[in-house]
C-alpha cells in the first residue's frame, strides 16, 4: 500500500481529521476550475449583451436622424406643392391641373404620415428588444454563481 492511498483510507474513516488530499484536493482544484469557467462566462454574457444595447442604442440614434431628414425633406416637398396648388388657383385655375395637384398633396400628406408610423413602430421594436436585454442583463447580475458550487 503507498503512502497517498494510506492518507486516503485514514482520511475516509476520519474526514474532519485531515485535511483533503488524493482526490478530494484533486475535487478542489475541479471546483476552482469551474468556477472560474462560470465567471469567465458570466462576464462574456454580459459583455455580449452589452454590446447589443450599445447596438440597439446606435440604431435608434440612426433611425432618428434618418426620421428627421425624411420628414423635413416631405414637409418641404409638401410645402411646395401646397404653394403651387396656390398659385393654380388663381383666376380661372383649370380643374384638371388643380385636381392633379390636390392628388399629390394627398399623396404627399400619406407618406408623411406612414413616415411617422413606420418609424414609431420601428422605434417601439428596439426599444422592447433594449428592454429585453436590459432584463437579461440584470438577471445575469443578480445571478449567484456560488449557489452552483
Given at each position: ?29 475541479e471546483d476552482q476550475d469551474f468556477a ?36 423635413r425633406e416631405l414637409e418641404e416637398a ?26 399629390r398633396i394627398r399623396e404627399l400628406e ?40
Amino acid at each position: 500500500m503507498r503512502y497517498s492511498e494510506y492518507e486516503e483510507l485514514l482520511a475516509d474513516s476520519r474526514p474532519d481529521t485531515l485535511e483533503p488530499t488524493g482526490n478530494q484536493h484533486r475535487s478542489n482544484v475541479e471546483d476552482q476550475d469551474f468556477a472560474g469557467l462560470l465567471s469567465k462566462s458570466q462576464e462574456q454574457e454580459q459583455q455580449r449583451i452589452e454590446n447589443e444595447l450599445k447596438e440597439i442604442e446606435s440604431q435608434l440614434e440612426n433611425r432618428e436622424r434618418i426620421h428627421e431628414t425624411e420628414t423635413r425633406e416631405l414637409e418641404e416637398a409638401l410645402q411646395q406643392e401646397e404653394d403651387r396648388l396656390k398659385r393654380l388657383q388663381r383666376p380661372f385655375p383649370p380643374t384638371e391641373k388643380v385636381d392633379a395637384q390636390q392628388q399629390r398633396i394627398r399623396e404627399l400628406e400619406q407618406w408623411l404620415q406612414d413616415a411617422h408610423q413606420n418609424h414609431w413602430k420601428d422605434s417601439q421594436q428596439l426599444r422592447r428588444e433594449k428592454r429585453r436585454l436590459q432584463r437579461e442583463l440584470a438577471e445575469l447580475n443578480d445571478t449567484d454563481l456560488s449557489a452552483l458550487l
